[in-house]
């Protein structure tokens, strides 16, 4: 299938290596600089590993393939390091603001040599990202102080530039291009293992990359399973199946979520019918509970549809998103996810609203729900693909 993008976004997806604009790119910069001047640090380490901790690619645009740490210092230009040394040309064409150097088999001893050289390994070293026992013991034994940013770090990404909103459109497409296929290419017969091959397939040729494809495959009439599993099981579809889905699909380390619930080849039973229509109710809910000056306890009040119809939830309800699982991360009433967060909702902020409504014995449930972002008059959904809860074959 093709993707259907407005032109800013298709001109984004054909860049040979797409960039934010210099005046984002600033921005960040900036912002992150005052972090660093709030917590007394003249110098910082952005630490990526193997695609996790997003701060390099949020301030190079290098998605960390393996290890990367980035060198910051107000008023200099950034040093990057990355291990491997087949890794370091692609990351030069990519990080064009930064000096990138090979890391070799560790980074870390190339960036305590830069710090060295700015005068900065005796002082105090701000560190974002998933730093390791071996980061901090390098640090402290050359003399070091280390200073934890990732909350802070955490907290500006909460509120997202228009740009990369953008950017999670793009995302958001590819995912619902992977559910446009399974809700066509789905059957009884097919082995668990073929659907996540059918979504993959749909968006693997944009250059995509799949963050999760989390399925839940379970007779309705005699169901075993409430909530997605992370690994396929080698079993095939059967006729009277529910299958339910949690999908994330990503531009450049920007993705989306969406999560749907099929009916296979039968209509659902009653007890499948009640859960989703209350799936349904909680979205609908939350996503109207979503609005500058809400508070992420007005959030979870709103899911207590789940609870009034009989039913809790395994997964979390709500969570935001966008450069990693971001606050607030929340429970369902009869499920808590741990302390409620205090904040004050605002516009930027994306969220993805996904309801996992299963009965109490978790052996029966479904899930909907898809990636929102938080405009000045309420949420938008960034996914096209229909809702309901749909019959196939």
């Given amino acids: 299938m093709m993707l259907k993008l407005e032109p800013r976004l298709q001109r984004i997806m054909d860049a040979e290596f797409p960039r934010y604009s210099a005046a984002e790119m600033a921005r960040r910069r900036a912002a992150f600089e005052r972090i660093m001047a709030e917590a007394d640090c003249p110098h910082a380490l952005i630490v990526g590993l193997n695609r996790t901790g997003s701060g390099v690619q949020w301030l190079t645009g290098w998605p960390a393939t393996t290890e990367a740490i980035v060198v910051l210092s107000p008023g200099k230009r950034d040093a990057m390091y990355v291990m491997y040394h087949n890794h370091l040309p692609l990351a030069q064409r990519v990080a064009t603001d930064a000096d990138v150097r090979s890391g070799g088999q560790g980074s870390i001893r190339g960036a305590i040599e830069e710090l060295k050289h700015r005068g900065g390994d ?229 969220f993805v609203v996904q309801p996992n409504v299963t009965t109490k014995d978790g052996k029966a449930g479904v899930q909907t729900g898809e990636l929102v972002t938080l405009t000045p008059t309420g949420a938008k959904s960034l996914h096209q693909t229909p809702r309901g809860f749909i019959r196939v074959g």
């Fill in 122 to 350: 005796k002082g105090r070293v701000g560190i974002v990202g998933p730093a390791t026992i071996g980061h901090g013991r390098a640090l402290t034994e050359a003399g070091a102080t280390i200073v934890d940013l990732n909350a802070a770090y955490t907290r500006l990404r909460l509120i997202k530039s228009e740009e990369e909103i953008d950017w999670l459109r793009i995302g958001a497409a590819l995912c619902d291009a992977g559910i446009t296929a399974l809700r066509a290419s789905l059957k009884s017969g097919l082995n668990e293992r073929a659907l996540g091959d059918i979504v993959e397939r749909a968006y693997v040729p944009y250059g995509a990359g799949t963050v999760i494809h989390f399925f839940g495959v379970t007779s309705m009439a005699a169901p075993d399973c409430g909530v997605p599993r992370q690994f396929l099981l080698n079993r095939r579809v059967d006729r009277g199946d529910v299958v339910f889905i949690e999908l994330s699909a990503s531009f450049w380390d920007h993705s989306g979520q969406v999560l749907r619930s099929f009916a296979v080849e039968a209509d659902p039973p009653p007890l499948y019918h009640k859960l989703h229509e209350t799936a349904e109710a909680a979205y609908d809910a939350i996503v109207a509970a979503i609005k500058p000056g809400a508070k992420p306890a007005d959030l979870v009040a709103a899911s207590g549809v789940i609870e009034d119809a009989g039913f809790t939830a395994i997964d979390d309800i709500v969570h935001g998103y966008g450069g990693g699982y971001l606050p607030p991360v929340l429970g369902a009433k009869s499920r808590p996810a741990g302390p409620i967060p205090d904040f004050t909702l605002q516009p930027g902020m994306c």
